[in-house]
């Protein structure tokens, strides 16, 4: 197995160092119940590297945000460790709390108060006083290019400068880990891709470790030097994104059928094509992965059509972590639902 490529839960991390010192978060085991049958969490094992930018990619429901509020001490888990900087984050959870920043979906941002104040109240919270305070909040205001409009009410800023402010609160103590959480969902792409890469220089930079959640597997393919798909409370597969993609040799034929087959009528049907490696079927979609996707095209559309399956449409693409996360969970990746398949 490829080290940077790993299945959750066999006590491997995937990281390549092997000591705790070199480990900014370490999370073992850690499972949250809601009620008497709500897994939120069922089990999570994972490690991030200090400086790294770690994501955590997974559907509605699959317990990204339950994830986060463990670790950033707002809730309790049921059971497992989370250890920060070597901090022990549920026994010890007020010195664990000064080595973090936590930007929450929702915005902190007040917005009948000016960029600046907010920083100045969120500095206070923290216990920053006097010039020290006022200094940190205009090199932020500066780093987040948000000096110009410091004196204005926030409820002013773009959507994308008031998530530049969010991010902002939450490194106004130094903290070295900046927990975010779904932090560009609602932006244009524009400021999404401009917030992409703020975060990436606060990484590599600045030395900030980040963890974030998304819904958008671009954002994690971009932007995350490892990510981690979540599923049912779980880490499924964790890697790079190359080293994900790159799991997945060849190409990736799918083919939409008008009619919905199941996966063992498709396995069936085409079991006599040599070099399809998977046949996984989400609903109306057939996807086969091939070394040769343009030379067994051809041999898949017959079979198809002697079987009386009528095709409306026919791609080959590379894989895309679209194609890693269909081949871990057995159902596509979708930002408002899961879909359960037969695998
Ligand atoms: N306070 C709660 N009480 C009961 N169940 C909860 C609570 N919070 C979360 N859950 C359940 O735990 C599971 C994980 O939820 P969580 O919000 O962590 O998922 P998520 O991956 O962050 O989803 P989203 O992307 O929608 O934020 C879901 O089934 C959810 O309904």
Known sequence: MNNMIDPENKGVDGVTCTT???L???VRTLTKKYGKDVFALNGLNFSVQKGEIYGFLGPNGAGKSTAVKVMTTLSCPSQGEVQLYNVDAIHYPEEARKLFGYVAQQSAVDGESTGRENLMLQGRLYGL?????SERVVQLLER???MDAADRLSKTYSGGMQRKLDLAMGLIHHPKIL???????????EARASLWDTIHHLSKEDGLTVLLTTHYLEEADQLCDRLAIIDKGKVIVQGTPEALKGEMHGD???IETMEAISEFQAKDMLQGISDLHEIIVDGLSVYVRTHQGAEQLPALMS???????KVRAATISRPSLDDVYLRYTGH??????EREVSR
């Open 20 to 22: 705790d010192e070199d």
């Open 24 to 26: 900014a978060i370490k």
């Open 129 to 133: 006083r006097g010039s020290i305070l």
């Open 144 to 146: 987040f290019d948000l």
């Open 179 to 189: 927990f975010l959480d779904e932090p560009t969902t609602g932006l244009d792409p």
């Open 252 to 254: 990736v034929v799918h």
């Open 303 to 309: 079979i198809l059509k002697a079987e009386n399956i």
């Open 332 to 337: 596509v990746f979708t930002e408002t639902e």
